[in-house]
Protein backbone atom coordinates (compact mmCIF):
# COMPACT_ATOMS: atom_id res chain seq x y z
CA UNK A 1 0.00 0.00 0.00
CA UNK A 2 1.33 3.58 -1.02
CA UNK A 3 0.16 7.01 1.05
CA UNK A 4 -0.78 9.77 -0.29
CA UNK A 5 1.79 12.36 0.30
CA UNK A 6 -0.11 15.42 0.29
CA UNK A 7 -3.94 13.80 2.13
CA UNK A 8 -2.76 11.06 3.62
CA UNK A 9 -5.39 8.44 2.54
CA UNK A 10 -3.89 4.86 1.62
CA UNK A 11 -3.63 3.98 -2.19
CA UNK A 12 -2.20 1.37 -4.04
CA UNK A 13 1.07 0.75 -5.11
CA UNK A 14 -0.45 0.63 -8.81
CA UNK A 15 -2.05 4.15 -8.10
CA UNK A 16 -0.46 6.87 -10.08
CA UNK A 17 -3.16 9.95 -8.79
CA UNK A 18 -4.58 9.97 -5.41
CA UNK A 19 -8.17 9.04 -5.06
CA UNK A 20 -8.96 11.55 -2.91
CA UNK A 21 -7.27 14.59 -3.77
CA UNK A 22 -5.91 13.48 -6.96
CA UNK A 23 -2.14 14.47 -6.00
CA UNK A 24 0.10 12.36 -8.18
CA UNK A 25 1.84 9.62 -6.80
CA UNK A 26 5.62 8.93 -7.75
CA UNK A 27 7.66 6.28 -6.93
CA UNK A 28 9.66 7.66 -4.58
CA UNK A 29 6.74 8.74 -2.74
CA UNK A 30 5.35 5.03 -2.56
CA UNK A 31 8.56 4.51 -0.56
CA UNK A 32 8.06 7.06 1.46
CA UNK A 33 4.52 6.94 2.17
CA UNK A 34 4.54 5.17 5.40
CA UNK A 35 7.55 7.18 6.70
CA UNK A 36 6.55 11.08 5.71
CA UNK A 37 3.55 12.80 6.99
CA UNK A 38 0.83 14.47 4.55
CA UNK A 39 1.56 17.51 3.23
CA UNK A 40 -1.17 20.26 3.55
CA UNK A 41 -2.70 21.67 0.26
CA UNK A 42 -0.23 23.93 -0.80
CA UNK A 43 -2.91 26.02 -3.27
CA UNK A 44 -6.57 25.88 -4.75
CA UNK A 45 -5.62 26.95 -7.67
CA UNK A 46 -3.43 23.76 -9.21
CA UNK A 47 -5.21 22.58 -12.42
CA UNK A 48 -4.58 19.19 -11.16
CA UNK A 49 -6.87 19.35 -7.75
CA UNK A 50 -10.16 19.55 -6.97
CA UNK A 51 -11.13 21.64 -4.29
CA UNK A 52 -14.66 21.44 -3.60
CA UNK A 53 -14.31 18.25 -2.11
CA UNK A 54 -10.88 19.38 -0.46
CA UNK A 55 -12.60 19.73 3.47
CA UNK A 56 -11.82 22.72 4.23
CA UNK A 57 -13.31 24.09 1.07
CA UNK A 58 -16.54 21.61 1.35
CA UNK A 59 -17.33 23.46 4.90
CA UNK A 60 -17.49 26.34 3.20
CA UNK A 61 -19.66 24.89 0.47
CA UNK A 62 -21.80 23.34 2.91
CA UNK A 63 -22.55 27.18 4.63
CA UNK A 64 -23.56 28.58 1.03
CA UNK A 65 -25.84 25.67 0.63
CA UNK A 66 -27.55 26.19 4.16
CA UNK A 67 -27.52 29.83 3.29
CA UNK A 68 -29.17 29.32 0.21
CA UNK A 69 -31.78 26.61 2.00
CA UNK A 70 -32.48 29.55 4.04
CA UNK A 71 -33.30 32.63 1.86
CA UNK A 72 -34.89 30.19 -0.33
CA UNK A 73 -36.90 29.17 3.07
CA UNK A 74 -37.78 32.80 3.40
CA UNK A 75 -38.69 33.68 -0.01
CA UNK A 76 -41.30 31.02 -0.04
CA UNK A 77 -42.31 31.59 3.29
CA UNK A 78 -43.07 35.56 2.11
CA UNK A 79 -44.30 34.51 -1.01
CA UNK A 80 -46.54 32.11 0.82
CA UNK A 81 -48.17 34.85 2.95
CA UNK A 82 -48.83 37.07 0.27
CA UNK A 83 -50.51 34.23 -2.35
CA UNK A 84 -52.69 33.16 1.17
CA UNK A 85 -53.88 36.40 1.98
CA UNK A 86 -57.39 37.04 1.10
CA UNK A 87 -57.68 39.83 -1.48
CA UNK A 88 -60.09 42.53 -0.97
CA UNK A 89 -63.69 42.55 -1.31
CA UNK A 90 -66.47 44.54 -1.90
CA UNK A 91 -70.40 44.80 -1.57
CA UNK A 92 -72.92 47.37 -2.99
CA UNK A 93 -76.22 47.81 -1.53
CA UNK A 94 -78.85 50.75 -3.17
CA UNK A 95 -82.45 51.36 -2.31
CA UNK A 96 -83.49 51.11 -5.99
CA UNK A 97 -83.11 47.95 -7.92
CA UNK A 98 -83.31 46.20 -11.26
CA UNK A 99 -83.61 42.88 -11.01
CA UNK A 100 -81.35 41.83 -8.34
CA UNK A 101 -78.75 44.50 -9.70
CA UNK A 102 -78.27 47.34 -7.55
CA UNK A 103 -79.25 50.99 -9.07
CA UNK A 104 -79.03 54.55 -8.68
CA UNK A 105 -79.76 57.91 -10.24
CA UNK A 106 -77.71 61.25 -10.42
CA UNK A 107 -77.94 62.67 -6.44
CA UNK A 108 -78.69 58.85 -4.90
CA UNK A 109 -76.05 57.16 -3.39
CA UNK A 110 -74.89 53.42 -2.88
CA UNK A 111 -73.71 52.10 0.25
CA UNK A 112 -70.29 50.67 0.14
CA UNK A 113 -68.55 47.93 2.13
CA UNK A 114 -65.23 46.08 2.06
CA UNK A 115 -62.51 43.91 3.51
CA UNK A 116 -59.29 42.77 3.42
CA UNK A 117 -57.98 45.95 2.27
CA UNK A 118 -54.29 46.92 4.07
CA UNK A 119 -55.05 48.72 7.47
CA UNK A 120 -55.41 52.46 7.53
CA UNK A 121 -55.12 53.00 3.82
CA UNK A 122 -56.77 55.59 1.63
CA UNK A 123 -59.18 53.97 -1.08
CA UNK A 124 -59.44 54.51 -4.58
CA UNK A 125 -62.63 54.01 -6.05
CA UNK A 126 -62.79 53.29 -10.21
CA UNK A 127 -65.94 53.05 -12.46
CA UNK A 128 -65.06 50.77 -14.94
CA UNK A 129 -61.23 50.93 -14.46
CA UNK A 130 -61.38 54.88 -14.23
CA UNK A 131 -61.23 56.25 -10.83
CA UNK A 132 -63.90 58.33 -8.97
CA UNK A 133 -63.85 61.75 -7.52
CA UNK A 134 -64.83 61.02 -4.36
CA UNK A 135 -64.44 62.11 -0.48
CA UNK A 136 -61.61 60.78 1.31
CA UNK A 137 -62.24 57.34 2.00
CA UNK A 138 -59.66 55.48 4.80
CA UNK A 139 -60.32 51.79 5.55
CA UNK A 140 -59.90 51.15 9.24
CA UNK A 141 -57.21 49.31 11.32
CA UNK A 142 -58.89 45.80 10.25
CA UNK A 143 -58.96 46.75 6.78
CA UNK A 144 -62.63 47.09 6.31
CA UNK A 145 -64.01 50.62 4.91
CA UNK A 146 -67.89 51.45 4.96
CA UNK A 147 -69.48 54.56 2.99
CA UNK A 148 -71.72 55.86 0.80
CA UNK A 149 -70.86 56.94 -2.47
CA UNK A 150 -73.19 59.58 -3.99
CA UNK A 151 -73.87 59.50 -8.08
CA UNK A 152 -72.85 62.47 -9.89
CA UNK A 153 -74.24 63.44 -13.57
CA UNK A 154 -70.57 61.64 -14.64
CA UNK A 155 -71.82 58.66 -14.41
CA UNK A 156 -73.50 57.92 -17.59
CA UNK A 157 -76.48 55.65 -17.76
CA UNK A 158 -76.38 51.75 -18.50
CA UNK A 159 -74.52 49.13 -16.66
CA UNK A 160 -70.78 49.48 -14.96
CA UNK A 161 -68.27 47.54 -12.62
CA UNK A 162 -66.97 49.28 -9.39
CA UNK A 163 -63.63 48.59 -8.00
CA UNK A 164 -61.80 49.73 -5.05
CA UNK A 165 -58.03 49.50 -4.44
CA UNK A 166 -55.65 50.71 -1.68
CA UNK A 167 -52.28 51.52 -1.80
CA UNK A 168 -51.17 48.30 -2.97
CA UNK A 169 -53.73 45.92 -3.67
CA UNK A 170 -57.28 46.22 -5.64
CA UNK A 171 -60.33 43.99 -5.73
CA UNK A 172 -60.24 41.21 -8.20
CA UNK A 173 -63.85 40.98 -9.12
CA UNK A 174 -65.70 44.27 -9.68
CA UNK A 175 -69.41 44.99 -8.54
CA UNK A 176 -72.27 45.43 -11.69
CA UNK A 177 -74.30 48.68 -11.29
CA UNK A 178 -76.82 49.86 -12.80
CA UNK A 179 -77.23 53.93 -13.49
CA UNK A 180 -80.40 55.36 -14.82
CA UNK A 181 -81.89 58.40 -15.56
CA UNK A 182 -83.43 60.34 -12.72
CA UNK A 183 -87.21 58.75 -12.42
CA UNK A 184 -85.99 55.42 -13.41
CA UNK A 185 -86.28 52.32 -11.28
CA UNK A 186 -87.93 54.49 -8.52
CA UNK A 187 -85.73 56.66 -8.69
CA UNK A 188 -86.95 60.72 -7.62
CA UNK A 189 -87.12 62.66 -10.91
CA UNK A 190 -85.32 65.92 -12.00
CA UNK A 191 -85.80 68.61 -9.25
CA UNK A 192 -87.57 67.11 -6.56
CA UNK A 193 -90.28 65.43 -9.00
CA UNK A 194 -92.14 62.24 -8.22
CA UNK A 195 -90.61 58.85 -10.14
CA UNK A 196 -92.13 57.43 -13.42
CA UNK A 197 -93.51 54.49 -11.51
CA UNK A 198 -95.06 57.17 -8.44
CA UNK A 199 -98.49 57.81 -8.33
CA UNK A 200 -99.75 61.15 -8.32
CA UNK A 201 -102.09 64.07 -8.66
CA UNK A 202 -101.90 67.24 -9.91
CA UNK A 203 -104.64 70.30 -10.69
CA UNK A 204 -104.00 73.10 -13.15
CA UNK A 205 -106.66 75.53 -12.59
CA UNK A 206 -105.61 78.58 -15.00
CA UNK A 207 -106.39 80.70 -17.85
CA UNK A 208 -104.89 81.31 -21.80
CA UNK A 209 -105.32 83.96 -24.03
CA UNK A 210 -107.39 83.42 -27.34
CA UNK A 211 -106.15 84.85 -30.35
CA UNK A 212 -108.99 87.53 -30.55
CA UNK A 213 -107.52 88.64 -26.91
CA UNK A 214 -109.96 87.08 -25.03
CA UNK A 215 -109.08 85.16 -21.82
CA UNK A 216 -110.31 81.82 -21.15
CA UNK A 217 -110.22 80.06 -18.25
CA UNK A 218 -109.38 76.24 -18.14
CA UNK A 219 -109.23 73.63 -15.52
CA UNK A 220 -107.44 70.18 -15.80
CA UNK A 221 -106.93 67.56 -13.01
CA UNK A 222 -104.64 65.13 -13.58
CA UNK A 223 -103.87 61.82 -12.09
CA UNK A 224 -101.08 59.29 -13.01
CA UNK A 225 -100.91 56.25 -12.46
CA UNK A 226 -97.46 55.34 -12.63
CA UNK A 227 -98.18 51.59 -13.86
CA UNK A 228 -98.45 51.08 -17.91
CA UNK A 229 -100.92 48.36 -17.21
CA UNK A 230 -103.16 51.36 -15.93
CA UNK A 231 -103.86 54.20 -18.37
CA UNK A 232 -103.63 58.19 -16.51
CA UNK A 233 -106.62 60.23 -16.17
CA UNK A 234 -107.71 63.35 -17.23
CA UNK A 235 -110.79 65.17 -15.81
CA UNK A 236 -112.04 61.58 -14.91
CA UNK A 237 -111.50 59.72 -18.44
CA UNK A 238 -108.95 57.76 -18.54
CA UNK A 239 -106.59 58.39 -21.79
CA UNK A 240 -104.62 55.59 -23.94
CA UNK A 241 -104.80 54.65 -27.33
CA UNK A 242 -108.20 53.26 -28.32
CA UNK A 243 -109.89 54.84 -25.55
CA UNK A 244 -112.45 57.60 -26.24
CA UNK A 245 -115.22 59.06 -23.94
CA UNK A 246 -117.75 61.42 -25.15
CA UNK A 247 -118.74 65.19 -23.42
CA UNK A 248 -121.78 67.24 -23.83
CA UNK A 249 -121.73 70.77 -23.72
CA UNK A 250 -124.34 73.36 -24.34
CA UNK A 251 -124.69 77.58 -24.39
CA UNK A 252 -124.86 80.34 -26.05
CA UNK A 253 -122.91 81.90 -28.28
CA UNK A 254 -121.49 85.42 -27.58
CA UNK A 255 -122.43 87.14 -30.79
CA UNK A 256 -125.20 85.85 -32.53
CA UNK A 257 -126.72 84.37 -29.06
CA UNK A 258 -127.91 81.26 -31.04
CA UNK A 259 -128.65 78.62 -28.50
CA UNK A 260 -126.70 75.45 -28.95
CA UNK A 261 -126.07 71.72 -27.68
CA UNK A 262 -123.01 69.82 -28.54
CA UNK A 263 -121.90 66.28 -28.21
CA UNK A 264 -118.23 65.97 -28.73
CA UNK A 265 -116.01 62.56 -29.13
CA UNK A 266 -112.63 62.64 -27.40
CA UNK A 267 -109.52 60.88 -27.10
CA UNK A 268 -106.20 61.44 -24.95
CA UNK A 269 -102.72 61.09 -24.22
CA UNK A 270 -101.28 61.81 -20.78
CA UNK A 271 -97.59 60.66 -20.11
CA UNK A 272 -94.93 61.75 -17.35
CA UNK A 273 -91.50 60.65 -17.71
CA UNK A 274 -88.69 62.21 -15.75
CA UNK A 275 -89.90 65.27 -14.30
CA UNK A 276 -91.89 66.20 -17.89
CA UNK A 277 -95.47 65.71 -18.45
CA UNK A 278 -97.49 66.21 -22.25
CA UNK A 279 -101.58 66.16 -22.23
CA UNK A 280 -102.93 65.59 -25.84
CA UNK A 281 -106.60 65.83 -26.24
CA UNK A 282 -108.24 64.74 -29.86
CA UNK A 283 -111.41 65.65 -31.17
CA UNK A 284 -112.60 62.33 -33.20
CA UNK A 285 -115.54 63.60 -33.95
CA UNK A 286 -118.43 66.55 -33.12
CA UNK A 287 -122.06 67.03 -33.63
CA UNK A 288 -123.37 70.16 -32.79
CA UNK A 289 -127.25 71.75 -32.77
CA UNK A 290 -128.54 75.18 -32.93
CA UNK A 291 -131.21 77.85 -32.86
CA UNK A 292 -130.67 81.17 -33.79
CA UNK A 293 -132.37 84.51 -32.36
CA UNK A 294 -134.70 84.19 -35.40
CA UNK A 295 -135.91 80.56 -34.71
CA UNK A 296 -133.13 79.09 -37.55
CA UNK A 297 -132.01 75.24 -36.56
CA UNK A 298 -128.96 74.22 -37.89
CA UNK A 299 -126.52 71.28 -37.41
CA UNK A 300 -122.79 71.94 -37.69
CA UNK A 301 -120.17 68.39 -37.63
CA UNK A 302 -116.60 67.89 -37.43
CA UNK A 303 -116.09 64.57 -39.46
CA UNK A 304 -112.61 63.35 -38.72
CA UNK A 305 -110.39 63.47 -36.14
CA UNK A 306 -108.78 66.97 -35.10
CA UNK A 307 -105.57 67.44 -32.43
CA UNK A 308 -107.30 70.26 -29.90
CA UNK A 309 -105.42 71.20 -27.23
CA UNK A 310 -101.38 70.48 -25.93
CA UNK A 311 -100.37 70.96 -22.90
CA UNK A 312 -96.45 70.51 -21.96
CA UNK A 313 -95.05 70.71 -18.76
CA UNK A 314 -91.75 69.93 -16.46
CA UNK A 315 -90.93 70.61 -12.38
CA UNK A 316 -88.60 73.47 -11.90
CA UNK A 317 -88.50 72.71 -8.27
CA UNK A 318 -89.64 71.20 -5.56
CA UNK A 319 -93.41 70.99 -5.57
CA UNK A 320 -93.03 73.52 -8.60
CA UNK A 321 -94.74 72.84 -12.01
CA UNK A 322 -95.03 75.02 -14.99
CA UNK A 323 -95.21 75.18 -18.50
CA UNK A 324 -97.43 76.04 -21.74
CA UNK A 325 -100.77 75.30 -23.09
CA UNK A 326 -102.17 75.87 -26.96
CA UNK A 327 -105.69 75.74 -28.18
CA UNK A 328 -106.13 74.94 -31.56
CA UNK A 329 -108.83 76.31 -33.62
CA UNK A 330 -111.91 74.49 -34.97
CA UNK A 331 -114.17 74.78 -37.38
CA UNK A 332 -117.10 72.84 -38.30
CA UNK A 333 -119.07 72.72 -41.50
CA UNK A 334 -122.85 73.33 -41.18
CA UNK A 335 -126.41 72.98 -42.92
CA UNK A 336 -126.79 75.00 -43.80
CA UNK A 337 -123.80 76.19 -45.26
CA UNK A 338 -124.37 80.14 -44.65
CA UNK A 339 -124.27 79.79 -41.07
CA UNK A 340 -119.89 79.45 -39.97
CA UNK A 341 -119.43 77.98 -36.58
CA UNK A 342 -116.18 77.58 -35.37
CA UNK A 343 -114.09 77.36 -31.59
CA UNK A 344 -111.81 80.02 -31.40
CA UNK A 345 -107.72 79.05 -30.35
CA UNK A 346 -105.26 80.41 -28.22
CA UNK A 347 -102.20 79.47 -26.38
CA UNK A 348 -100.77 80.59 -22.76
CA UNK A 349 -98.15 79.68 -19.77
CA UNK A 350 -99.27 77.79 -16.45
CA UNK A 351 -97.93 76.65 -13.60
CA UNK A 352 -99.21 75.08 -10.20
CA UNK A 353 -98.00 73.61 -7.06
CA UNK A 354 -97.31 69.70 -6.25
CA UNK A 355 -97.44 68.19 -2.70
CA UNK A 356 -96.64 64.12 -2.83
Avoid at 72 to 92: C, D, E, M, N, R
Avoid at 111 to 134: E, K, S
Avoid at 179 to 202: C, D, K, M, R, W
Avoid at 231 to 254: D, E, F, M, R
Wanted: charged content about 15%.
Amino acid sequence: MATCPRCGAEQSTAAHFCTRCGQKISSDSTNTANTQAAKPPESQSQTNTIPWIITPAGKATSLIIAGVIILGSIGAAVVYYFLSQPKPTLSVTSKYHIGSTPAGASSTTLHVTGQYFAANAPITFLLDNRPLQTAEVRSDENGNIATNLTISESWKPGKHTLTARDTANSTDEGVTIQIVPPGEANTPGPHGSPSNTSAFQLQIQQQYTEDGGTSRAFQLTFHFSGQPQQPNVANGHPCGTGKTYIVTLSGSTKNTGADYQEQRTLSCELTYKSGELTYKEMVIKSTLKYTTENGTNGTCTIASPRPFVTLEGAFTGPGAVSGTIQVKRLDFACDPAITSWFIIGGQGKWNTTFSQ
